[in-house]
């Protein structure tokens, strides 16, 4: 059997290879941190350690480079990437989005921590602008409701609570019980970090730079996109119309 004939017939395995998100259609890539809750209970700070935080800003700002996507957001071990709504990258096939994504927050926690780890990837995707807004919406959410519930799992954790009780503790209690337990404790959770409450974003920022051109021997200015880190995002309202304006910065 000729190579070409082989290679034709075995590539047919490759089930998904062909899998493509239709044009028009916005993507977000989101990674996770697999395992991380053993990672974190030796190398970092609980319930929120800063220098875990910068890992994970690292690893948000290379897929961001790596996609040349529009924006992400990070809270705890996860990372979610907005890409131009007519990105052509990678031909726009799933699986090369998804491993590629996740390889490198990989490989940039693993270095920063000294140690191998492993990322999910998976997409969601998108009809409207409206849908990413939601999207972004739903994320922060998340994080403030895991952030509270960290908050009151660790601090009651710190007071001598087993890890069993503690859960026992917390399991269907409400919003306002677990801000009652925490103000009993002495933490005032709307005093709390606001990059610990509502994530944080990495956008591109145009910034001059001032240089030189041999050529003609002038000065001269350069224009540059660095990627910037913004820790104390809006809420509600105020964080949809920002998500908004980062969705038509790419038009």
């Not at 062909?18 to 609980?46: H, N, Q, Y």
């Not at 780890?117 to 849908?131: A, K, N, S």
């Not at 999207?135 to 895991?146: T, V």
Request: charged letters at 30%; proline letters at 4%; glycine letters at 8%.
């Amino acid at each position: 059997m000729r190579f070409d004939e082989f290679d034709a017939r075995m590539r047919r395995g490759e089930t998904f290879h062909g899998l493509r998100v239709p044009p028009g259609a916005f993507i977000v890539v989101r990674v996770d941190g697999r395992a991380f809750s053993r990672l974190t209970a030796r190398l970092v700070e609980k319930p929120f350690d800063v220098g875990f935080h910068r890992w994970m800003i690292d690893a948000a700002k290379g897929i961001l480079t790596t996609l040349h996507a529009v924006c992400a957001f990070t809270e705890s071990d996860e990372i979610s990437v907005l890409l131009p709504r007519d990105t052509a990258i990678f031909d726009r096939e799933v699986e090369k989005l998804v491993s590629i994504s996740a390889a490198r927050a990989a490989a940039v926690v693993s270095v920063a921590c000294g140690q191998p780890v492993e990322f999910d990837g998976r997409l969601w995707i998108g009809g409207q602008e409206e849908d990413v807004v939601d999207y972004f919406r739903w994320r922060q959410a998340d994080a403030g409701r895991c952030s509270l519930s960290g908050w009151c799992y660790w601090t009651l954790r710190s007071h001598g609570t087993t890890a069993r009780e503690a859960a026992r503790i917390l399991e269907g209690a409400s919003l306002a019980s677990k801000h009652k337990l925490l103000r009993d404790h002495g933490v005032d959770f709307d005093g709390v970090p606001a990059w610990q409450r509502r994530g944080t974003a990495l956008l591109w920022e145009r910034c001059e730079k001032p240089g030189f051109d041999p050529r003609t021997g002038k000065a001269v200015v350069a224009s540059r996109r660095k990627i910037v880190s913004d820790s104390d995002l809006p809420t509600g309202h105020a964080y949809a119309a920002y998500v908004r304006r980062l969705i038509a910065s790419t038009r």
